[in-house]
Structure formats: structure tokens, C-alpha cells
């Protein structure tokens, strides 16, 4: 079964979406067991496929901290057919990456999301027309005023794409926040990179705004172009995939937050 996830192998969290695409250029393994299931184990709780515990390429066991979470990742295994589709499994991978490559290296991939917050989606906004202006503000400007009410983290705005150097001060007052738990930050690292934003995942972890606030937030652009232009069918079937891994990400933060 390891080799099923070895994309995750001594790396921080991937980009879901090339995860999707690497799998997809993979042929498929048969199912080779019975039953998933779920059992007890020191730190958490591990998930079995007839009654042996999953490992990582590495020949980690697979422990998950949580009941509920482990219970939904074992539900992937069963769920799957005559062959294992990893690109059905977001769970299963973000808890691969998470025992493979997060868990003695937490820092460095705290450092690797903070990058983000150099040049957030949320800093750069339309000049025009007025109503995507307005759009942008409207789902962008509470996680804004946020940090900066809250966490002292001050950042500057420009209108279109030119990179703007944000304030060190600021950058350290919302690195500051950042979970300390390798769980939460492997699912931060991707929500980040489906989003294109650190401020809205860390916006998610500390429940300023809801999952389905946090994915409107992230298309704003998109959604407008689409009702513009109208949906490009491709487009959104890539965004639906997103979706499925963000939503993942989204139960592992809900199912580890203190």
C-alpha cells in the first residue's frame, strides 16, 4: 500500500493538484483487502486493512490523533471498488504527507506557508469595473481588518499584479499565529495553496470565517469572469477537484483544533 502515496515521501504537504494529475498517470492498484478499520494506538489511532496498520513509504505507521478523523480517512479505504483510486482519498494523503513529511519538520513548513503572506491573493485587487471592486472588498477586507484589529499585522494593498513588499512586522505578527501542531499546519499548507492565500486559511483556522466564506473568498475573481463570460467546462471540473481536497482540509482542522 505505500507506494500508493509515495509523491508525499520526505516532502512538505503537495499541491493537491498535482497530486490529482500524478495519480492520474498512474495505473490504479486492485484491492488487495477486506475491511478497513480503526484501532487504538500510542498517540492516537491507526487505520488497518485487515487488521494491519497502514505505513508510509518510509515504513511509518499511519497514527492520527483524532477518533473522528482516523474514522473518516478508514471510510476512504473502505469505500474504494475493485481498485484503490488515490485521487478519491484526500484524507488518506494529507495523512500520509502529514506522518512522512510534517511531523519532524513542523518549522520548516510553518516557514514554507509564511511565504505566502509576502504576496497574499488578498493584496492585489482590481482597479475596475466598480462592482468587482466592491466584490473584493466585501470577502476580502474582514480577514484584513482582522489581522490588523487583532493581530497588529498591518498589510498594503496595490491594484493589479505588481508585487508589493509587505511590512516585516506585519509578516511576523501572522506567522506568530500559525498552529503549532503538524496536523493543523499540513492542512493549512493546503488550503494555502488551493486558495492562493495564507490569510484565508489562517482566517479558517481561527473561525473568522466559515469553509464556504473562505472558497467564495478564493474565486472572487473567477466566479465573476464566469458570470461574465460563463463557465469554462474544464475549468470547473478542475475546481471541483480542488474543492473535494479543500474540504478535506477543512475536516482535518476541524478534527484536531483544541
Same mark, same amino acid.
Given at each position: ?59 511509518? *505507521? ?6 473522528? /478523523?482516523?474514522? +473518516? ?6 469505500? *474504494? ?11 488518506? $494523503? ?26 497574499? /491573493? ?27 484589529? $487583532? ?35 499540513? +492542512? ?13 486559511? /489562517? ?9 464556504? *466564506? ?26 471541483? +477537484?480542488?474543492?473535494?481536497?479543500? *474540504? ?11
Amino acid at each position: 500500500m505505500r507506494e500508493l502515496f509515495d509523491e508525499a515521501a520526505g516532502q512538505p504537504p503537495p499541491d493537491p493538484r498535482e497530486s490529482v494529475r500524478a495519480s492520474a498517470r498512474t495505473p490504479l492498484r486492485k484491492r488487495f483487502y477486506k475491511e478497513a478499520g480503526v484501532t487504538e494506538a500510542e498517540g492516537g489511532f491507526a487505520i488497518t486493512l485487515d487488521g494491519k496498520p497502514i505505513r508510509t513509504p518510509s515504513s511509518r *505507521q499511519v497514527v492520527i490523533p483524532a477518533r473522528t /478523523l482516523a474514522d +473518516a480517512v478508514a471510510a476512504e479505504w473502505a469505500a *474504494q471498488g475493485e481498485t484503490i483510486d488515490p485521487v478519491t482519498m484526500p484524507l488518506t $494523503r494529507i495523512a500520509n504527507s502529514v506522518v512522512e513529511g510534517v511531523v519532524d519538520r513542523v518549522e520548516l513548513v510553518s516557514d514554507d506557508l509564511a511565504k505566502f503572506f509576502e504576496s497574499d /491573493l488578498l493584496f492585489y485587487r482590481a482597479g475596475h469595473p466598480e462592482a468587482l471592486v466592491a466584490r473584493e472588498a466585501a470577502h476580502w477586507d474582514p480577514v484584513l481588518f482582522w489581522a490588523a484589529e $487583532r493581530l497588529g499585522a498591518h498589510f498594503i494593498l496595490s491594484e493589479g499584479v505588481m508585487h508589493v513588499r509587505q511590512p516585516d512586522e506585519a509578516i511576523q505578527a501572522v506567522r506568530a499565529v500559525l498552529p503549532g501542531d503538524a496536523w493543523s499546519v499540513a +492542512a493549512l499548507h493546503v488550503v494555502t495553496t488551493l486558495t492562493g492565500s495564507a490569510l484565508l486559511a /489562517l482566517a479558517l483556522a481561527h473561525g473568522v470565517r466559515d469553509a464556504g *466564506q473562505i472558497w467564495d473568498a478564493a474565486h472572487v475573481d473567477e466566479d465573476w469572469n464566469a458570470e461574465k463570460w460563463g463557465v469554462d467546462e474544464e475549468a470547473a471540473a478542475r475546481r471541483a +477537484a480542488r474543492l473535494k481536497d479543500f *474540504q478535506a482540509a477543512v475536516t482535518v482542522l476541524a478534527a484536531v483544533r483544541p
